[in-house]
């Protein structure tokens, strides 16, 4: 009996995860099934089902992401190590954010992050590193939980 039981509890778990869909049919009566709407239905809301991530990131990465998010200062004339930071960022698929400092404005906020006027200078949540060195900017990176690689596509290419 035992085993019965247990065995429902199993497979309605397994149902709950199964995709819903809601939306309103031509009529405007509202329709909740587990297929796919037609294609003309309105207002189609998915409930329920393994979510996916809409923006193609890795769980790690959104969360790294959220706690520590990354700002590249850069320059004009910064041109050969502004460059190798933007690609070992871009490699490890790290998203972040790039400040060309040009005003008077993005120089006074360079200068609170930095210490002073030094491009290129990450930042990674509240920590910083003026200069670029690898090193320095994996360990700021790792110590965030960034993954190490780019994730890959289904066809083997990284994003």
């Known amino acids: 009996m035992r085993y019965l039981l247990m065995l429902c509890l199993v497979l309605s778990g397994t149902s709950a995860l199964a995709e819903t869909y809601r939306w309103s049919d031509s009529a405007g009566k509202t329709v909740i099934s587990d297929s796919p709407p037609p294609g003309q239905a309105k207002g189609v809301v998915k409930v329920g089902g393994k ?72 930042k990674v949540g509240k920590q910083n590193f003026r200069g670029f060195e690898a090193g320095a900017y994996n360990n700021l990176l790792d110590l965030a939980g960034y993954p190490k690689s780019a994730a890959k596509t289904a066809s083997g290419e990284s994003k």
Request: charged residues 25%; negative net charge.
């Open 51 to 122: 979510p996916e991530p809409s923006d193609g990131m890795s769980f790690a990465t959104k969360r790294a992401t959220e706690a520590f998010p990354v700002t590249l200062y850069t320059s004009a004339d910064c041109v050969i190590e502004c460059k190798q930071a933007r690609d070992l960022l871009s490699g490890r698929g790290v998203p972040f954010s790039e400040k060309m400092v040009q005003s008077a404005a993005e120089i006074e906020e360079l200068k609170q992050v930095a210490g002073d006027l030094f491009v290129p200078t990450l």
